[in-house]
């Protein structure tokens, strides 16, 4: 089973939706695929958001990230 959630490096820049086997935490580090398709990029987990999620917004967990060193 997958975790579906919407990444964001702030409140109006979204890295995409993604899926994970296990809920990243804060201080972990995610790769995700490039948008040009080419490699991954490697975020910091931030803060992981919880919210109740309902037909119009099917992902109810959001990762807030930051660029990894």
Same mark, same amino acid.
């Given at each position: ?16 939706? &993604?899926?994970?086997?296990? #809920? ?37 967990? &959001? #990762?807030?990230?930051? +660029?990894? +060193?």
């Amino acid at each position: 089973m997958s975790i579906a959630c919407d990444v964001w490096k702030d409140a109006k820049t979204e890295v995409g939706p &993604y899926e994970f086997a296990n #809920l990243p935490r804060p201080g972990d580090t995610i790769s995700v695929p490039k948008q040009s398709g080419d490699g991954y990029q490697h975020f910091r987990v931030d803060s992981v958001t919880h919210r109740a999620s309902g037909a119009a917004h099917p992902t109810a967990t &959001y #990762l807030f990230v930051s +660029e990894a +060193e």
